[in-house]
Nanobody, 121 residues
Framework: QVQLVESGGGLVQAGDSLRLSCAAS????????MGWFRQAPGKEREFVAA????????YYANSVKGRFTISRDNAKNTVYLQMNSLKPEDTAVYYC??????????????WGQGTQVTVSS
């Protein structure tokens, strides 16, 4: 199983940008499709973005399409989420996880500590 540590969150204003990182341990990181998810207070965790194991395919939730970009560096065992034009509704704790790329469901029932993103209006 892969251990994950998310970082890069913070408090920003609407319209600002942030780049989140997810550092993974384990030799099998490059064999997994990876996804970013988020959970806002009082809401269920929701899918944000996915990237295939090679990085050649990506998929986004409609709410972030055109503003967020997912990428990965398998040599560094890291997946990124570049978030531009942030909106207050993007406020949430963001998590990364290995996923099944075709339906974006997490492979394992465990999560890292996440990283808090707060966007003020």
């Amino acid at each position: 199983q892969v251990q994950l540590v998310e970082s890069g969150g913070g408090l920003v204003q609407a319209g600002d940008s942030l780049r989140l990182s997810c550092a993974a341990s384990g030799r099998t990181f490059s064999s997994y499709a990876m996804g970013w998810f988020r959970q806002a207070p009082g809401k269920e965790r929701e899918f944000v973005a996915a990237i295939s194991w090679s990085g050649g395919n990506t998929y986004y939730a409609n709410s972030v399409k055109g503003r967020f970009t997912i990428s990965r560096d398998n040599a560094k065992n890291t997946v990124y989420l570049q978030m531009n034009s942030l909106k207050p509704e993007d406020t949430a704790v963001y998590y990364c996880a290995p996923i099944q790329f075709y339906d974006h469901t997490p492979l394992f029932d465990s999560w890292g500590q996440g990283t808090q993103v707060t966007v003020s209006s």
